[in-house]
């Protein structure tokens, strides 16, 4: 059974940061491309990131560029999300994400972590 497990969600106040992880399980988690979306109140949920498996590869949504690293360690299954200079706007509820690196659809979907940015 697969498992996707956010940490590290909480209530930060405008420009600081946070370190989010996404703890997997139940896959050969070195050779999935591991991405991080999130969905505000009312809003869709939008694509924030994307590592590729072997991490040499990273992507980005504008909103979050320049702000953010997404990092992975394929010995612990553990993907990061680091988000400095937070902003109200940031405040969504994250998600983290797995896929086939050779396919386009996700195929895992953690529960989320709550992100409140304080103004």
């Known amino acids: 059974q697969v498992q996707l497990v956010e940490s590290g969600g909480g209530l930060v106040q405008g420009g600081g940061s946070l370190r989010l992880s996404c703890a997997a399980s139940g896959l050969a988690f070195s050779v999935y491309t591991m991405g991080w979306f999130r969905q505000a109140p009312g809003k869709e949920r939008e694509f924030v990131g994307q590592?590729?498996?072997?991490?040499?590869?990273?992507e980005y949504a504008d909103s979050v560029k320049g702000r953010s690293t997404i990092s992975r360690d394929n010995a612990k299954s553990t993907v990061y999300l680091q988000m400095n200079s937070l902003k109200p706007e940031d405040t969504a509820v994250y998600y983290c994400?797995?896929?086939?690196?050779?396919?386009?659809?996700?195929?895992?979907w953690g529960q989320g972590t709550q992100v409140t940015v304080s103004s």
């Open positions: 590592i590729l498996w072997s991490g040499s590869i990273t």
């Open positions: 994400a797995a896929r086939i690196s050779t396919s386009t659809r996700w195929n895992y």
